[in-house]
């Protein structure tokens, strides 16, 4: 009797395994965006920012198979991209670049880590994917999470779904924020690039979208998708000196397309703004120029004849009124 006891509970438990990883896959299905940008956690690059003790040690934690941080293949050869880090520095303002060499003439920024002193002994950071990568306005954030107001759930998932804490984290205390402040620092700027890299780091074929959702999973606690730029002067600096590749953007074109459209018809009183989208997708698609400018004269041709044969018609009417 014990042993059928035992049985039954086996296949109980066994029968359970599939619905478990069921439940599992669609939970990751709802998180992904699509986007290229869910193969590079944002919550991971910050927290690696905070345990490196340079920005050369940061870039190396990025490129690390082992701390789970990337896993895009942007140009397409089957295997991992290496992702070099750029400072550019204003005074008290730093944006440091994480960018992926696409090929012997294109880089791709991968997302921007802006940050600000505020005081002897006070900064404030944001780390922002980009547009071609990441949902419009995807921003993560440190936050303190014993000042964190209780019953507020920390969102897990790389999507733009925000859920704003509205506490602002000091990183001072982060050794590579203080690095970037020290008197003596030399602005980094990664030495290498497209087929050039450093010895140590060897390339793995991109993993599986569920792999890294639960490999990214314990990043993600520590730090607040939120939809607000609190770094403005950073943000503002940076702008001019975002690079994009037009590989990327055309071979990811349709992904983002699809991806905004069905946001914005998610929520009924974005109507407008889906026409305003995909006239402004069209105009960026770098395949729709030259189709464009066809149609354009073509439009012209046509309305120019119909202008043509009403004055026909008009001057007929007069004549035989006359």
Not at 57 to 81: H, I, P, R
Not at 259 to 272: I, Q, Y
Request: with cysteine; hydrophobic share 35%.
């Amino acid at each position: 009797m014990k042993r059928y006891k035992l049985l039954v509970v086996l296949a109980l438990a066994l029968m359970s395994v599939p619905i478990m990883a069921q439940n599992s896959a669609l939970a990751n299905a709802a998180d992904s965006t699509g986007m290229p940008g869910d193969n590079f956690s944002l919550q991971g690059a910050l927290e690696m920012f905070k345990k490196a003790t340079s920005l050369e040690d940061f870039e190396k934690q990025l490129n690390s198979e082992d701390n789970a941080v990337n896993n895009l293949d942007l140009d397409g050869d089957g295997k991992t991209d290496y992702v070099r880090v750029i400072d550019n520095r204003d005074k008290d303002i730093h944006a440091i670049v994480l960018q992926v060499p696409v090929n012997e003439t294109e880089s791709q920024d991968i997302a921007v880590i802006e940050i600000e002193k505020k005081g002897n002994e006070s900064a404030e950071l944001q780390i922002t994917g980009d547009e071609d990568l990441y949902p419009e306005n995807t921003i993560v954030e440190p936050i303190d999470e014993a000042a964190a107001p209780s019953g507020k759930s920390v969102k897990k998932g790389p999507d733009n779904e925000f859920n704003t804490v509205g506490i602002v984290f000091n990183v001072w205390y982060w050794p590579c924020v203080r690095f970037v402040y020290a008197p003596a620092y030399v602005v980094w700027v990664s030495p290498w690039r497209w087929n050039h890299y450093p010895g140590w780091w060897r390339p793995w074929h991109p993993r599986p979208w569920s792999w890294h959702y639960h490999h990214w999973a314990p990043y993600h606690v520590h730090y607040n998708v939120v939809h607000t730029h609190r770094v403005v002067a950073a943000h503002a600096f940076y702008g001019p000196r975002r690079t994009t590749s037009v590989v990327v953007r055309t071979r990811n074109v349709n992904i983002h397309e699809t991806h905004v459209t069905k946001r914005l018809n998610n929520n009924p009183r974005n109507n407008k703004s889906v026409a305003h989208e995909n006239r402004k997708m069209e105009k960026q698609n770098p395949r729709n120029e030259g189709a464009n400018n066809v149609q354009t004269r073509e439009n012209k041709h046509e309305m120019n004849k119909e202008n043509r044969g009403g004055h026909q018609k008009r001057g007929k009417v007069n004549k035989g009124r006359r």
